[in-house]
């Protein structure tokens, strides 16, 4: 299996993930036919700790070391800001290597240029971390979606102020409160300011419009608002009137041209972004094959943004190999037995409508460890003595809720079972 030696500029939240996946692997190696090993990664100071699954050694404080080490075949950036970034990225495409980064501000100050330069190197600059963290969008657009026109995307791409409205909107919290929770979550830029006055999702906007309609806008040509000014009245009566507040940026094809904007929105209570919360991300593409395409996940934090690191720097390894990668599943499961699912049940039976059915049947479920939710008599039929019985359950297994069900379809009592619909498991508290 090739070993491919990765080079980090930053090792701050984003690295600091980057650098724990590598390192436990959990079968990434297999999965993709190559091995990833980190040798060196560049900070501000070597000596504060971290949480990095790195040896001290590795750590520099001069970042030339990282972009010049001939041994280094892919450079991540992940310190963020336009400089030194733009200098080091550059110099890393000189040096014939691959890049890789999740910093939005410099790609969409710099992109023009930094892509040109990997292109003159025949090298690759990839930066799918940019926009919504580990929500696939711009390998989406690009790939996926090339046959299309893309004629509008709207999207909540900043997952701090996203959680900071759902908090005032949900909770009535203050502003302050939950932006320090959003930084001790590692969603929150190093400035927050660049979340709550909209610099980050004007940054994502332009590079989605560079993507999507080739139109390279200059950042201060672009509409941006932020957060600041959004109170918790302005919640309570865009509820009456049937909406919710979202900082939405758009890249729209107009009449008169392509319309970037970034700011507040009122959106109907009932459309998809009304109900992405927290730090979800969500991006609303149309084109005029696909029609509306919603992609949700999640749009900052760690883990997510080195999914999407990670998956770019695997995309430039294994285009580069040249051994053929590992079979897609290489790490085998056995196929589960369906009598080991577990969920929660919903139970409907016509049953006898006199006293003592219910004991009976509560009877049979908890024989079989199946624990009653709740329980409600629907229907009643009196002519012939019968109702309707719905049963919810707390989550069980579906072997004993299969030896439940015939005992149930056994007892007297019980005309007929006359369905069980498992119920669909959003939750792991379920
Ligand atoms: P961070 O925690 O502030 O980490 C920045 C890292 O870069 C730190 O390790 C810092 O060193 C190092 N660094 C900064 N300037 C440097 C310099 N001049 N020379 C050497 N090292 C330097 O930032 P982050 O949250 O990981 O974000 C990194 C990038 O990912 C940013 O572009 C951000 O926009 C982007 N991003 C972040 C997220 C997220 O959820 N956090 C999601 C998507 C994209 P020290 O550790 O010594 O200070
Ligand atoms: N600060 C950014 C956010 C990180 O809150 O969405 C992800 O780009």
Known sequence: MRTVKIGLLGLGVVGSAVSRAISSDRGMADRSGVKLEVSKAAVRDVSKPRDASLPQSALTSNPQDVVSDPDIEIVIEVMGGENPAFELITSALESGKHVVTANKEVLAKRGGELLATAQQQGTQLLYEASVGGG??????????????QINSIRAIINGTTN????RMSSEGAAYADVLADAQRLGYAEADPTADVDGFDALYKIVILGQLAFGVSAPVDAVYREGIRKVDAKDFRYADELGFTIKLIGAAQRTADGLMLRVHPSLVPVGVPMASVSGALNMVEIEGDLV???WLQGPGAGPEPTASAVLGDVLSVARSTADTAPATAGAAELELAEMGSHRCRYYIRMTAADR???????AQVLGDADISIRSVIQMDTNESEGVADLVIMTHSALEANMQEAADRLSGLDVVVELDNLIRVESYDHAD
């Open 135 to 148: 929500i696939p969008v711009l390998d989406a657009i690009e790939n996926d979606l090339a046959a299309n």
């Open 355 to 361: 006293s003592g059915v219910l004991a009976q049947v």
């Open 163 to 166: 959680y900071i409205l759902t």
């Open 291 to 293: 029609g509306a395409l």
